[in-house]
């Protein structure tokens, strides 16, 4: 599909060219060369766009890279249920995951994650991702607001 979009491009390029090229000073605009070049631009960063290839890694790089410990702490503050919890199933589905996620309130007063935070609690060890339990997700009753420099 890509050759044939490239093909596509690359007649109209072709045509644009000969056409923006047939203009003399009693039919060209001030900007037909700014266009021109604009439009050409935008013709190599599309055949740039469609023979980019993702890297391979090597099986060094492999081993380097799953020796690394990959760890997420997430403050969470007022945050609406449902936003959190894509937030967290997007860390399990990543293709590295992390190796662990560190959730920290920041002093919420309203939500109650209790629905998220017993799903967290079964999805992270099925999915081999280590947590501390019992951090992050208060209950809007036991939440204490933290005192900042600012406030």
């Given at each position: 599909m890509?050759i044939?979009?490239?093909a596509v491009a ?5 045509h644009h060219t ?10 060209t605009g001030?900007?037909?060369l ?15 766009y469609?023979?980019?290839?993702p890297?391979?890694?090597?099986a ?13 702490l ?5 945050e ?5 919890k894509?937030?967290?199933?997007s ?8 190796d662990s996620?560190?959730i920290?309130?920041?002093?919420s ?5 209790a629905?998220v935070?017993?799903?967290?609690n079964?999805?992270a060890p ?6 501390t339990?019992g951090?992050?997700f208060?209950?809007p009753?036991?939440?204490t607001?933290?005192r900042?420099?600012?406030?």
């Amino acid at each position: 599909m890509a050759i044939i979009v490239l093909a596509v491009a690359a007649v109209w390029t072709a045509h644009h060219t000969l056409v923006a090229s047939a203009y003399d000073s009693t039919t060209t605009g001030r900007l037909s060369l700014v266009w021109t070049a604009l439009f050409v631009v935008f013709m190599v960063q599309t055949l740039m766009y469609h023979l980019e290839h993702p890297r391979r890694l090597s099986a060094r790089g492999a081993r380097q890279l799953s020796g690394l410990h990959v760890a997420i702490l997430m403050p969470v503050h007022n945050e609406d249920p449902g936003c959190l919890k894509l937030g967290l199933e997007s860390f399990l589905t990543q293709t590295r995951r992390p190796d662990s996620v560190h959730i920290v309130d920041d002093g919420s007063t309203s939500p109650d994650y209790a629905e998220v935070r017993a799903w967290w609690n079964r999805a992270a060890p099925e999915a081999g991702v280590a947590f501390t339990p019992g951090s992050g997700f208060p209950t809007p009753g036991n939440a204490t607001r933290r005192r900042t420099a600012c406030g």
